[in-house]
């Protein structure tokens, strides 16, 4: 059973920092890509940043290009987001999200708010 369990959100100032972290469990982790997504009220999920099976390779929204950074650990099974510079448009529920034999997997998600 594929399970993504997502954790670190919580409150900050503009300016500051969080680190999402994602835990996977039921799928072989190093093989497979991974992606960060995040979801405003009312709103459809929208791509945050991709990370490939090594993570040599990365991609990231414009919006969130050079304050956030992808990253993960295979031998942990967990991957990262390490958001800096927090704007208040970054409030949003943020997900962890893999795709296997074509059917998308969901964590739980996590509520950043940015606010001071």
């Known amino acids: 059973q594929v399970q993504l369990v997502e954790s670190g959100g919580g409150l900050v100032q503009p300016g500051g920092s969080l680190r999402l972290s994602c835990v996977a469990s039921g799928i072989a982790f190093s093989s497979e890509g991974m992606s960060w997504y995040r979801q405003y009220p009312g709103k459809e999920r929208e791509l945050v940043a991709v990370?490939?099976?090594?993570?040599?390779?990365?991609y990231y929204a414009d919006s969130v290009k050079g304050r956030f950074t992808i990253s993960r650990d295979n031998a942990k099974n967990t991957m990262y987001l390490q958001m800096d510079s927090l704007q208040n448009a970054d409030t949003a529920v943020y997900y962890c999200n893999t795709v296997l034999l074509g059917a998308a997997y969901w964590g739980q998600g996590t509520q950043v708010t940015v606010s001071s």
């Open positions: 990370i490939n099976t090594f993570g040599h390779s990365t």
